[in-house]
């Protein structure tokens, strides 16, 4: 007799239509410079960042694309809107000493999407393959 041993992935639907784990920082200090990538411990399946001073960051869904300008710029105190996206990591750059992120996490592991169909390097997804971004 077959064994099948499901797992949940990308196209789940289920997997983001239920509540996600909650998933909150502290206080990231980008005032050093550089672009300080956030891995997230699962798949998101929302994304929210807070900017609490009056200072600027920039969001990105890979490193190399926040420095070349394609990216999502918001200077504080402000908070995005709730970002539907499914990313395993965020990057973000800027002045700001006070950026806070909130996620909404599924049970998606990311060693479970480790392959070059969903992303070009063939680890984990970052969310910028399919991403417009310029």
Known sequence: M???NYKPGLGNAASYQV???PYVTGTIDLSAGGVTTLS???VTSWVSVAV???????IGFASGRV????RFLIKGPEITPRFEVKVTELHLSGSSTDVSVMAGLTYIDNGNINNSTVSPSGSNWSGSL?????
């Open 2 to 4: 077959a064994t099948y």
């Open 19 to 21: 509540s996600g784990i």
């Open 40 to 42: 997230f411990p699962s």
């Open 52 to 58: 609490s001073d009056n200072q600027s960051c920039a």
């Open 67 to 70: 420095e070349s300008g394609n």
């Open 130 to 134: 399919a991403a417009l971004v310029g």
